[in-house]
């Protein structure tokens, strides 16, 4: 005879068996309604059908990719340029970064002046002196501090200028600085600045949380300059002195009206994570006056939860597909989606010269297994794939034609392109793009291509490329 205990156990597993597959039922809709990539989609429900004890529960805690609530709060927020910033608009930018704006892009200002940043010690540099020289406000952002020396002395140089009266704001991710987002940074909170961690994973809030992770690096100095691109503040992406295992990474120093709207992106993710308003910011910094300090046209674009479409993985498609001579691509992990992939390889089979450096290894073990299949296919096609020896490569650019450059926060993934808070800036002008390709060029010297027809591994070699390019869209 069943006893009373056994019975009620019974019927609860019955409960949590019929919660469970309605739970499923309601995350697979839920999840048929988003726009994602299909084969994120399928990743997703693969996971969600086949072990929905594990995959519910990490579909509610990483599965979200636009916040609709965060979206509509944002959206006064999206930069705008000033009035004194639009009459600079360039008609030379194009059609299609004109086309990018509806989806989140600011529209292309001229009057810049950019330096590239093409090693972590020129970027140590540049950033420690404008820290030293600004007079009135630091704002910086960052995906990772490092707890090392490079970490400990950007600390000891904001709460330095926080206590000389300068308004320094530090924005940390809550992921990418959990060893470093609290007690660490505690001398640049008791020097008077205010230090935030956005979206903290603990206590749990909402879904989405632990996935969405703010990978911009920004940071802007009395709204005239800004040091930007995707060096994190470690010891791995720069210092005062050449390391022989620092990874080589890519930024710069802009001046001119696109700081305002680096400046503004900046401001609506302190905003979120802060609870401040904006307006109040706005009156407390006053209107920036930020006449023309060169030639260069920029094009800021801002991608990621917080943009109601994918400006920035609309830009680079547009881009490939406009291209008429030469596509160059530097990312340090290459896992692209299906569309930007099969566009590459018509690119390639029409006889465009596409150029692809990648690090040989990265830190990542697993994106280089999901990449394997990629690289092997577009090499067929004719893509000249080159593999960056000396150590790892972090650096990110995109040349078209040498005419238009790309460069920033964001890998050439998918996490990047649809999960991340990214950002990156379009260059039309023709002198700092040719800076890029000298740039690219030295990176070449430095590579060798591919093996052709690199054949695949043994069985468990095979296995864990099939494996990690299957999920590839979830890393």
């Not at 156990?9 to 697979?28: D, N």
């Not at 086949?50 to 006064?76: E, H, N, Q």
């Not at 690096?217 to 390391?243: R, W």
């Not at 073990?365 to 960056?388: F, S």
């Amino acid at each position: 005879m069943p006893t009373e205990n056994s019975i009620y156990g019974e019927i609860l597993r019955h409960l949590l068996t019929i919660v469970g597959f309605l739970l499923a039922v309601f995350l697979i809709a839920r999840l048929m309604s988003e726009k994602r990539q299909p084969g994120n989609t399928m990743a997703w429900l693969l996971v969600i059908v086949l072990i929905p004890y594990v995959g519910v529960p990490l579909y509610l805690l990483f599965g979200g990719r636009k916040l609709k609530r965060l979206v509509a709060r944002k959206s006064r927020l999206a930069p705008v340029p000033s009035r004194d910033t639009a009459v600079t608009t360039p008609a030379a930018a194009g059609a299609i970064a004109h086309a990018l704006v509806p989806s989140g892009a600011c529209v292309p200002v001229g009057g810049n002046a950019v330096r590239f940043l093409t090693n972590g010690e020129v970027a140590y540099a540049e950033l420690e002196q404008r820290i030293r020289e600004a007079r009135h406000t630091i704002n910086l952002m960052t995906f990772i501090l490092g707890r090392d020396d490079t970490g400990r002395r950007i600390v000891e140089l904001l709460a330095e200028r926080a206590r000389e009266g300068v308004k320094v704001r530090l924005l940390l991710d809550a992921v990418g600085c959990l060893f470093s987002g609290r007690g660490f940074v505690d001398p640049v909170r008791r020097a008077g600045a205010e230090v935030q961690r956005f979206m903290p994973v603990l206590p749990f809030q909402w879904r989405g949380s632990a996935n969405l992770r703010n990978h911009r690096k920004i940071a802007v100095f009395d709204h005239q300059c800004a040091v930007f691109g995707g060096h994190n503040l470690a010891v791995e992406y720069m210092g005062p002195a050449p390391s022989g295992t620092r990874w080589r990474d890519f930024g710069a120093v802009i001046e001119g009206p696109a700081v305002e709207l680096l400046n503004e992106v900046f401001l609506a993710d302190w905003c979120y994570a802060s609870g401040q308003s904006i307006d109040t910011l706005h009156k407390e910094g006053g209107a920036p006056e930020i006449d023309a300090r060169g030639a260069c046209e920029l094009q800021v674009v801002a991608s990621g939860p917080d943009v109601a479409g994918d400006p920035l993985y609309e830009g680079i498609l547009s881009f490939i597909q406009e291209a008429e001579h030469r596509i160059w691509i530097v990312t340090p992990y290459f896992i692209p989606d299906e569309v930007i992939f099969r566009s590459l390889l018509v690119k390639a089979r029409t006889g465009r010269e596409i150029k692809l450096v990648v690090p040989a290894r990265s830190n990542h073990p697993i994106a280089d297994h999901a990449r394997r299949y990629y690289l092997r296919e577009l090499q067929r096609a004719g893509v000249e794939v080159l593999l960056y020896r000396p150590g790892m490569m972090h650096s990110k650019g995109m040349i078209i034609d040498d005419r238009i450059g790309l460069f920033g926060s964001a890998n050439f993934d998918m996490r990047s392109l649809f999960v991340n808070f990214e950002i990156g800036v379009f260059i039309y002008s023709e002198p700092e793009v040719r800076a890029m390709r000298a740039w690219a060029e030295e990176l070449i010297a430095h590579s060798r291509p591919m093996a052709a027809d690199q054949p695949r591994r043994r069985l468990l070699g095979n296995v864990a490329e099939d494996l990690s390019r299957l999920f590839a869209p979830l890393l």
